[in-house]
């Protein structure tokens, strides 16, 4: 072949070397910047957004591709992309600034609702879609032109700080569907990481094929395992995510939290949970988780929204007013003293948490002065402290504890003064809030709760608060038998069935039926879960003279709160057998045999029928899970995802390795000390391939390097050693050229060293030793 044959043919390959190199390029930007405008779609204005940035994106992606092959025509067309963005930047200020402050909104907005914060939105202006859409297509120039000169380096670690942060907005935040962008990134990633860890590889048109194909498998099997459908999977993933942070920080709650068909572990166990110590015992409803909102098999906390609209910003306002919806009675009781001129006696109260749900700073109604709390919205109280709250304190005015037999000041129907009027006004506020929000019940429900249990002489309206309690314990008598221990309740609506005949339930059961009967008859009212010490137990303690009292999962329990008009949020028993400090000894109307007060035996045991246990008689049946194909498939998908997520994580920690070895070795070279650089390294690999013997005298090791390294010549071996002892013991100072034979002589004991590995020997070189 002739010289200029030869000459053309390197030509030739070198062009096509160059175009396969931008087709990877190209193709892996397109991919990664589609997977990330993906993960950022619902921060987008409208659908003309992600239209602007993706028809940018690809016109700029085009422009590289065209101009590539010219560094000089790439750097004028760079210019002209970057002076045009600041142009078109400075003349729309006013509406991308609007475009921005949307965006800002989005976020607050989706992070206020994923974890309950109340974070300030901006105001916008009649520009703020226009605005987004030539933001969106600014971010889309800045963005492609990033990644692409990331990629024409190999720097994986400027793609990460891009697509990290926008994986986890859509991720934890977003509320779409988001398989298609993990689908494109990860395919990205897969193809960058294959150019980064494999020196001078390149994809071509069959690497690309490849890993399309690899994309459309993994979306197509995605797509089959979520039925098509917005994947609840990663909204479970998302719940348990924080499920789990919140386990690592506040310990695990053995309280429902709402959740009815938990009702049966209520009382399992017998751990402590709170040790309690005050001068005179007295019963305590120690509230933690509240539910607003009944969703027919859970209580949820009131949605964030209802705290937008006409109330927005109402709590603060409440605040700023000296009220708090969490101290409520504590504040009226110290205005009626005033009034009545008789002062409650208040007691110090200190809990120490040995085994309770940490998040909570479990108080009564009528607590006051609690430390190492903050109000979270009107339900409760959470822990300041990072890992929960362990020991706190508070006060409560002696013998208040539920809403029977409570009755109103008349000075909140004309009141005098400042504190009475701020009071007034602002619990009218507040008053107006609670009708709206808590007093939510379908009408089926509501028509069949009236049937059930307002059926006498009297409707609710003609009823006080004390009579429409009885009617209402009552009614949960007739319906319901308290048990500890009660069955799983079906995926239906709960109250519905536990109306339906006679059924058996425990506090959980007894509580979700007086709340929504309690809003049927028109009073605000909410469920409630936390610890309950009991008058008994109270009384008990007193007696013997004892101030510390120890709480276990044995004292959890859900009650009622009722909002009574002026005093705020009460408890209200309605479990049979836990409110006898009113009804003392009461015979229930129509079951004369049966007391509402508990009978316990000489050893304190509750000696209530709970029904027979120990089995049926019927030989339990074992039922054989089966699983559909879908949910194979989406194991199959979790497989992958894990598989490849390690993937990431072993090629990130080796490029982080030979990042700091390179660094070590620059800085060997700076401090004139690369000779003792190489021979360390080839030590090291040297103890990897099982050479053993004296390295002060490399000569000497030949025939075991012959072994071990095959492909070691001995005269390059021999000129190395030549160059090293020249180095140590002649002291003189090693020429560029030689430094050269240090470094090639080394990397081909590594290159050898790989070749004569087995696959699980390669792999352990490759991510073990970071070769």
Not at 411 to 439: C, K, M, R
């Amino acid at each position: 072949m002739s010289i200029k044959k030869k000459e053309i043919f390197v030509l030739n390959e070198k062009e096509e070397k160059n175009k396969n190199i931008m087709l990877s390029e190209t193709l892996l930007t397109f991919f990664l910047f589609s997977g990330m405008l993906l993960f950022l779609k619902d921060f987008s204005y409208s659908v003309w957004c992600l239209a602007a940035a993706f028809s940018v994106g690809i016109i700029v992606i085009i422009l590289h591709w065209i101009t590539g092959k010219s560094e000089e025509a790439e750097g004028r067309m760079k210019i002209v992309l970057y002076i045009s963005g600041i142009v078109i930047f400075v003349v729309t200020i006013t509406m991308t600034t609007q475009g921005f402050l949307y965006i800002a909104d989005c976020f607050l907005g989706m992070w206020n609702a994923r974890f309950q914060t109340e974070v300030t939105l901006f105001a916008l202006g009649s520009n703020a879609g226009v605005g987004s859409v030539i933001l969106w297509g600014l971010f889309s120039e800045v963005i492609v032109s990033f990644m692409l000169s990331q990629i024409k380096r190999n720097n994986i670690y400027g793609i990460l700080i891009l697509m990290i942060p926008a994986a986890a907005a859509g991720l934890i935040l977003g509320q779409s569907d988001m398989w298609l962008a993990v689908i494109l990134s990860l395919t990205g990633f897969f193809g960058i990481f294959v150019v980064y860890s494999t020196k001078n590889r390149t994809f071509g048109v069959r690497g690309i094929l490849s890993l399309t194909v690899i994309a459309v498998l993994i979306g197509g099997i995605s797509l089959a395992a979520g039925g098509y459908k917005k994947s609840a999977e990663l909204e479970q993933w998302k719940e348990k995510m924080a499920e789990d942070i919140e386990k690592i920080r506040y310990g695990e709650d053995t309280l429902p939290k709402g959740d009815l068909k938990k009702a049966s572990g209520l009382l399992d166990g017998e751990d402590e949970t709170l040790k309690i110590t005050m001068n005179q015992p007295q019963q305590l409803y120690l509230r933690g988780f509240v539910g607003g909102s009944y969703e027919g098999t859970k209580w949820s906390e009131l949605p964030y929204s209802a705290y937008e609209g006409d109330y927005e910003g109402m709590l603060q306002w409440l605040k700023n007013n000296n009220f708090s919806p969490l101290s409520q009675f504590a504040a009226y009781d110290k205005i009626n003293a005033d009034v009545s001129g008789k002062n409650s006696d208040y007691m110090r109260v200190t809990v120490e948490n040995t085994g309770a749900y940490r998040k909570y700073v479990y108080l009564p109604a009528v607590a006051d002065a609690w430390e190492n709390g903050v109000d979270h919205k009107d339900w409760n109280v959470e822990s300041k402290s990072f890992f929960g709250a362990n020991r706190y304190q508070f006060q409560v005015p002696e013998g208040q504890a539920t809403a029977d037999g409570m009755v109103p000041g008349s000075w909140l129907g004309n009141p005098s003064g400042d504190s009475q009027t701020e009071y007034v006004n602002a619990e009218s506020v507040y008053h107006s809030f609670v009708i709206d929000s808590y007093t939510e019940i379908q009408d089926d429900l509501k028509s069949r709760i009236m049937e059930e249990f307002f059926q006498g002489d009297k409707t609710p309206e003609e009823m006080d608060f004390d009579e429409l309690t009885t009617q209402i314990r009552q009614g949960l008598r007739d319906h319901i038998r308290y048990t500890e221990t009660p069955e799983e309740l079906p995926d239906e609506d709960v109250v519905s069935w536990l109306l339906d005949g006679e059924k058996e339930g425990n506090a959980v059961a007894f509580a979700s039926v007086a709340v929504m009967a309690y809003r049927a008859a028109g009073y605000p009212a909410r469920y409630t879960e936390g610890y309950h010490l009991s008058d008994m137990d109270a009384g008990d303690a007193a007696d013997a003279g004892e101030k510390e009292l120890t709480l276990t999962t044995k004292n959890a329990h859900a009650w009622a709160e009722v909002y009574i008009s002026g005093l705020g949020w009460m408890p209200v028993e309605v479990v049979p057998g836990m409110y006898t400090e009113t009804y003392t000894d009461q015979l229930v109307e129509g079951k004369p045999s049966y007391r509402v007060n508990e009978v316990r035996d000489d050893s304190g045991a509750d000696t209530a029928d709970e029904g027979t246990e120990g089995g049926t008689g019927i030989e339990e049946q074992k039922t054989v899970r089966k699983y559909d194909w879908k949910t194979v498939l989406g194991i199959l998908v979790l497989i992958l995802y894990a598989m490849f997520i390690l993937y990431l994580i072993l090629e990130l920690q080796r490029a982080l390795r030979k990042k700091i070895r390179k660094n070590q070795k620059k800085q060997s070279a700076a401090e004139g000390f690369l000779v003792e650089w190489y021979v360390a390294e080839m030590e090291k690999i040297f103890l990897i391939g099982r050479v053993k013997g004296d390295f002060s005298d490399p000569t000497a090791l030949y025939d075991k390097i012959k072994e071990g390294f095959p492909g070691i010549r001995p005269e390059e071996y021999f000129r190395a050693c030549e160059l090293i002892q020249k180095y140590r013991f002649g002291g003189i100072k090693l020429q560029a050229h030689e430094l050269r034979v240090l470094k090639g002589i080394t990397e081909k004991f590594e290159k050898c060293l790989y070749q004569k590995q087995h696959f699980p020997g390669k792999l352990k070189l490759r991510y073990i030793y970071a070769r």
